[in-house]
């Protein structure tokens, strides 16, 4: 079953509020050890979905590309949402945020240049392996920072439906500061990337 068309939103640069997701219908109880589904998980157990079969009727943003592998409509999965980004070289896309969702890109090829905020006043750069964490309606935007290569990744979110709140309203600052990521964990910890650009 194709996915149905999914909104992608225009919106004032103020947030709204965080509001629980409405759940009208009503969803079938999960299989689980005791109560396996009727094909012994044939079928609703692990799926592979080829690379070459990923949905691109979902939400979009101008300057990047987005295609769905996991969404409920696909696979059955009710509490995340999988897929890819391409951002074309030396491109990038307008201001926007996913509403009540988290977001998490790994970068696969590339070199992408985030920036965030309510006037896109912080930035921050991320390479193949490393990871990127999008909190629920930060206003962002990524930039594919190659002029010859596009950037390409691997996106998850936090629901199975896609948000895109586009903010066509949003103006940059003209002069974003660099941040550096520190773990809260383990502090400051070494890593392979030359960040020496970056400020605390």
């Known amino acids: 079953m194709a996915d149905l068309p999914e909104t ?45 079969q990923l949905d691109t009727n979902t939400a979009q943003t101008p300057g990047m590309n987005r295609a769905a592998a996991v969404t409920f409509a696909r696979t059955g999965a009710q509490k995340l949402w999988a897929g890819t980004v391409k951002i074309h070289a030396d491109a990038k896309t307008g201001a926007h945020h996913h509403g009540h969702l988290e ?6 090829k590339g070199k992408a240049r985030m920036r965030w905020g309510a006037q896109l006043e912080f930035t921050a750069e991320a390479g193949p392996g490393d990871f990127i964490y999008v909190p629920p309606y ?37 002069n974003p500061g660099t941040v550096k990521w520190v773990d809260p964990t383990h502090g400051n910890l070494p890593h392979d990337h030359d960040h020496s650009h970056d400020l605390a």
Request: aromatic fraction near 2%.
């Open 8 to 52: 992608s939103m225009s919106s004032s640069m103020k947030p709204e509020a965080p509001k629980e997701p409405l759940n009208l219908v009503p969803q079938p109880s999960r299989p689980t050890m005791d109560n396996p589904p009727e094909d012994a998980w044939k079928h609703s157990g692990v799926q592979v979905i080829a690379g070459d």
């Open 103 to 108: 977001s998490i890109i790994y970068i696969v």
């Open 138 to 174: 930060v206003p962002h935007q990524e930039i594919n920072a190659l002029k010859d290569e596009d950037l390409e990744c691997v996106l998850v979110r936090s629901d199975g439906e896609a948000i895109a709140v586009n903010l066509p309203d949003l103006v940059p600052a003209e």
